[in-house]
């Protein structure tokens, strides 16, 4: 069914030429269509969608240099071939159910996103790198219904072809923080393009603090196909002035551990009345006091906390915010510099 793609593969080369008259990104009319083909083309929405991406990628791909073209598209072809085998890994997966066809549709809303490229407030460009791998599933240790499991890694780069040299020479940093974290974080949360007994998915974004602070936000996910899979979600941070990773001592100083932790528990404790698993501030401290769980805005001085480690499940990723005033105390003279031109 997989063995062929060379219409879409096509797609990706530099000199495409755009099909006018069908929705598809290729003609319907073709003798040599595919199963997938044949799929996208007489669903009207996938096939708008795969018209859209094609545009999308096109012209996007040309806004990298040489070097990001080649990971950008690597991760399309890659994705062509991942999302139908995706769709299809369960044993009673069809190409012809709903489940297949609201699957695609996600896939092609989950890649738009993916293959976007956003500006940061100095300018800089960024696109995402992207793996996909779908392989067959350990029998010995899934369910009788998987046959297949997947896996994705998506994380920012920075395109520095069009940058001054000094803002190159912060973003090539960034960018090799990014990888860095990447390969830290799958490390821990055992994430790996060839496991075969669960779907995991880690999902990178940057995002801007302030003028000099940025936040690498993660979501990692991993489903061992019990009764619910499970996320873990971390922001790392880093420093452009100092061209390094955020540390705790570079926005609080003092013993703050304490009076915080009395107020994100009282906090908790409303926003989540009956989830909460802890039973004293005391046992807030140790999530509190991990930069990971650092989410700083205007609006106040946040942490994120992952699935089941202060709440149950049902309570999902709650957020929990401390008033800027009460941590005025403990705040650095680097963090109240920040603090008005945090966005």
């Not at 996910?221 to 002035?241: D, P, Q």
């Not at 699935?307 to 650095?332: F, N, R, S």
């Not at 963090?335 to 031109?341: C, E, H, I, Y």
Request: charged share 25%; net charge neutral.
């Amino acid at each position: 069914m997989f063995k062929t793609y060379q219409k879409y593969l096509c797609l990706l080369a530099l000199i495409l030429l755009p099909q006018a008259g069908w929705g598809a990104s290729f003609d319907c009319n073709s003798k040599t269509l595919t199963a997938i083909d044949q799929f996208i083309c007489r669903n009207a929405n996938i096939s708008t969608l795969d018209e859209r991406m094609a545009k999308v990628y096109t012209e996007n791909y040309k806004k990298l240099s040489a070097s990001n073209r080649v990971s950008y598209l690597n991760s399309q072809r890659e994705w062509l071939k991942y999302w139908p085998q995706a769709c299809l890994k369960r044993k009673d997966d069809k190409m012809d159910s709903t489940q297949f066809l609201e699957c695609a549709e996600m896939m092609y809303d989950k890649r738009l996103e993916i293959l976007a490229i956003s500006q940061t407030k100095k300018q800089w460009p960024v696109f995402n790198v992207a793996k996909y791998s779908v392989i067959k599933a350990d029998k010995s240790q899934v369910p009788d219904w998987v046959k297949m499991v997947d896996h994705s890694l998506i994380y920012p780069q920075i395109e520095t072809a069009e940058l001054q040299a000094s803002d190159a020479l912060i973003a090539n940093k960034i960018n090799a923080w990014v990888m860095s974290t990447s390969k830290k974080m799958g490390l821990k949360n055992r994430i790996s393009l060839n496991e075969n007994f669960m779907d995991s998915f880690l999902d990178m974004a940057l995002e801007e603090v302030s003028p000099d602070i940025l936040r690498l936000r993660t979501l990692y996910y991993f489903n061992g196909f019990g009764a619910h899979g499970n996320s873990v979600m971390n922001h790392e941070h880093f420093i452009l002035s100092q061209s390094r990773e955020m540390r705790e001592g570079d926005l609080l100083k003092g013993i703050w551990q304490n009076i915080v932790a009395e107020d994100v528990y009282k906090k908790i404790l409303i926003q989540e009345p009956g989830m909460v698993l802890v039973d004293s501030p005391k046992q807030v401290i140790g999530s509190i006091s991990r930069v990971q769980t650092w989410d700083m805005s205007k609006e106040g001085f946040g942490f994120q906390f992952s699935p089941y480690e202060l709440t149950a499940y049902a309570a999902g990723a709650p957020q929990v915010i401390v008033e800027w005033e009460k941590m005025q105390p403990y705040l650095t003279d680097y963090a109240k510099s920040q603090l008005p031109l945090m966005y």
